[in-house]
């Protein structure tokens, strides 16, 4: 099974700054099939990036998605108050499995 | 609009049983894989199980294996979670999610608001 860990686990910033959240893979995940999640308190999981960089529809160009192989990262340009909520990545290169969670909360 | 609603969560014993709903409307619900996914507040997610648009391809996650089981009907458009022999730990917030494609291994593009399970005696 591919374990995922993602860094750090809480991200203390201010709206307006830049958010960098890293999700490590135990092994290389093929074809770059990774996806970021954002959950908000109270709220089901909404798909904001798939295929590691592909933004998913409606989502704004501050959310962007690099990264390969091992190392993947969600970056977000300039926090909005409703960004601040945990970010889940997902690998689907090798069966499902998600990382445990980056929760990025105002300073 | 996609639309997932689940039902059927509620407070059971240890050892005792629960059927998860989840009723799909604004897609062509049996071209798609679908999901049940789990959240224990303060812990991460974890895919319960998947199934196939034809319910040929099922993965459970090995938590569970043998105590649950998933299948859907095409013709009603919703998606079942059989849960047994539940334990504590199986106490969680139950998301149905729909795949992007017709098998349970890709990225999930929509998901339910959820069903809440709580085992306890």
């Known amino acids: 099974e591919v374990v995922l860990t993602q860094s750090p686990g809480t991200l203390s910033l201010s709206p307006g700054e830049r958010a960098t959240l890293s999700c490590r893979a135990s092994?290389?995940?093929?074809?770059?099939?990774l996806a970021w999640y954002q959950q908000r308190p109270g709220q089901a999981p909404r798909l904001l990036i798939y295929?590691?960089?592909s933004r998913a529809t409606g989502i704004p160009d501050r959310f962007s998605g690099s990264g390969s192989g091992t190392d993947f990262t969600l970056t977000i340009s300039r926090l909005d108050p409703g960004d601040f909520a945990v970010y889940y990545c997902?690998?689907?290169?090798?069966?499902?499995?998600f990382g445990p969670g980056t929760k990025v909360d105002i300073k | 609009e996609v639309q997932l609603v689940e039902s059927g969560g509620g407070l059971v014993q240890p050892g005792g049983s629960l059927r998860l709903s989840c009723a799909a409307s604004?897609?062509?619900?049996?071209?798609?894989?679908m999901h049940w996914v789990r959240h224990v507040p303060g812990k991460g997610l974890e895919r319960v199980s998947g199934?196939?648009?034809?319910?040929?391809?099922?993965d459970y996650a090995d938590s569970v294996k043998g105590r649950f089981t998933i299948s859907r009907d095409n013709v009603k458009n919703i998606l079942y979670l059989e849960m047994n022999s539940l334990r504590a730990e199986d106490t969680a917030l139950y998301y149905c999610?729909?795949?992007?494609?017709?098998?349970?291994?890709?990225?999930?593009?929509?998901w339910g608001q959820g069903t809440l399970v709580t085992v306890s005696s």
């Open positions: 092994q290389s995940i093929s074809n770059r099939y």
């Open positions: 999610a729909k795949d992007y494609r017709e098998l349970p291994r890709y990225y999930l593009d929509h």
């Open positions: 295929g590691a960089s």
């Open positions: 997902q690998q689907y290169g090798s069966s499902v499995t």
């Open positions: 199934l196939s648009w034809n319910s040929v391809t099922i």
């Open positions: 604004g897609f062509a619900f049996d071209d798609y894989a």
